[in-house]
């Protein structure tokens, strides 16, 4: 059993900041892909930004030079650092990560979405 926490979303004035954090848990024997999805209302789920064991990373143009995703393979942790932050990138942000369990398997694993509004 594994499960991701997220942690950092709220609201945030046009051209802010904000860092969202994800914690995996449980019986892990390692962590490959690891990325950030979003969702905004009445859109399908996209991809935000992903960073694969070897710390490459592929992101959406939208946010290109502007989000920075990372992690920390000791901490079973990645984040998101937002900065600059538009009115269309409200959302729903959600983790997802490729973990290799010791009983289970390889899981594909969704933390519960974090909401992220930008908004004067």
């Known amino acids: 059993q594994v499960q991701l926490v997220v942690s950092g979303g709220g609201l945030v004035q046009p051209g802010g900041s904000l860092r969202l954090s994800c914690v995996a848990s449980?019986?892990?024997?390692?962590?490959?892909?690891m990325g950030w999805y979003r969702q905004a209302p009445g859109k399908k789920r996209e991809l935000v930004e992903r960073?694969?064991?070897?710390?490459?990373?592929n992101y959406a143009d939208s946010v290109k030079g502007r989000f920075t995703i990372s992690r920390d393979n000791a901490k079973n942790s990645v984040y998101l650092q937002m900065n600059s932050l538009k009115p269309e990138d409200t959302a729903v942000y959600y983790c997802?990560?490729?973990?290799?369990?010791?009983?289970?398997?390889?899981?594909?694993?969704w933390g519960q979405g974090t909401l992220v509004t930008v908004s004067s």
């Open positions: 960073i694969t064991s070897g710390d490459s990373t």
């Open positions: 997802n990560a490729r973990i290799v369990t010791i009983n289970s398997g390889i899981l594909d694993e």
């Open positions: 449980g019986s892990i024997v390692r962590i490959n892909d």
